[in-house]
């Protein structure tokens, strides 16, 4: 056998007395109080006196080790209980810490959809201050008009700038042409005076 440790001991003799009301001295007694009977020379009646004294112990300190093997069982279900309650707290804490992540999540997803919102809201207030889309096209129309309308009057305008060209090329013309008649006719009286001049200078 291997040597006996301090703790070992301790366990042994904590076991046998129990919760300390002295089972340790009593067992100490009892051993005594059987090598003596053994030894005993005395009447058979002490010594059943004695050997009922000495069951009597023993059943004392059969009850008080079984009252600590009791109270020992009892610790280890509630050391097994513990380590279920410690599972469970641990199993506990990191669920919590998942719904906080998830949670995290959430609030980061409710922020956003909330700028989203306030954008979105934002937008409309702008889209709100135009006019809508049956309105728009009325007055798309109504411009599309005034521009057929000024392609029109542009189309008129064009056309009597280009007739007054005309005419003033005309006019330019009839004027050169009614100048050079003047200076023809001038330049044929001329010519007329000129001939008279040297008949009359015979005379």
């Given at each position: 056998?291997?040597?006996?440790?301090?703790?070992?001991?301790?366990?042994?003799?904590?076991?046998?007395?129990?919760?300390?009301?002295?089972?340790?001295?009593?067992?100490?007694?009892?051993?005594?109080?059987?090598?003596?009977?053994?030894?005993?020379?005395?009447?058979?009646?002490?010594?059943?006196?004695?050997?009922?004294?000495?069951?009597?112990?023993?059943?004392?300190?059969?009850?008080?080790?079984?009252?600590?093997?009791?109270?020992?069982?009892?610790?280890?279900?509630?050391?097994?209980?513990?380590?279920?309650?410690?599972?469970?707290?641990?199993?506990?804490?990191?669920?919590?810490?998942?719904?906080?992540?998830?949670?995290?999540?959430e609030i980061q997803r409710?922020?956003?959809?909330?700028?989203?919102?306030?954008?979105?809201?934002?937008?409309?207030?702008?889209?709100?201050?135009?006019?809508?889309?049956?309105?728009?096209?009325?007055?798309?129309?109504?411009?599309?008009?005034?521009?057929?309308?000024?392609?029109?009057?542009?189309?008129?305008?064009?056309?009597?700038?280009?007739?007054?060209?005309?005419?003033?090329?005309?006019?330019?013309?009839?004027?050169?042409?009614?100048?050079?008649?003047?200076?023809?006719?001038?330049?044929?009286?001329?010519?007329?005076?000129?001939?008279?001049s040297p008949a009359e200078?015979?005379?």
């Amino acid at each position: 056998m291997g040597a006996v440790t301090d703790d070992e001991v301790i366990r042994k003799r904590l076991l046998i007395d129990g919760d300390g009301a002295g089972d340790d001295r009593r067992i100490n007694v009892l051993l005594k109080s059987v090598t003596k009977w053994c030894n005993s020379t005395g009447t058979p009646e002490e010594g059943f006196t004695q050997y009922q004294r000495m069951m009597g112990t023993l059943a004392q300190c059969e009850f008080s080790m079984g009252k600590t093997l009791m109270v020992y069982d009892m610790n280890l279900r509630e050391m097994e209980n513990y380590e279920k309650i410690y599972t469970n707290i641990e199993q506990s804490i990191t669920s919590a810490h998942e719904k906080i992540a998830e949670c995290k999540k959430e609030i980061q997803r409710a922020k956003r959809i909330r700028k989203n919102r306030q954008e979105y809201d934002a937008l409309a207030k702008v889209i709100q201050q135009h006019p809508d889309r049956h309105e728009t096209l009325k007055q798309l129309e109504a411009l599309d008009k005034e521009l057929q309308l000024l392609s029109r009057t542009k189309e008129n305008v064009d056309a009597k700038l280009e007739l007054r060209k005309k005419q003033f090329h005309v006019l330019l013309s009839t004027i050169q042409e009614l100048q050079q008649t003047l200076e023809n006719d001038e330049k044929s009286d001329n010519d007329d005076i000129n001939q008279e001049s040297p008949a009359e200078n015979g005379e």
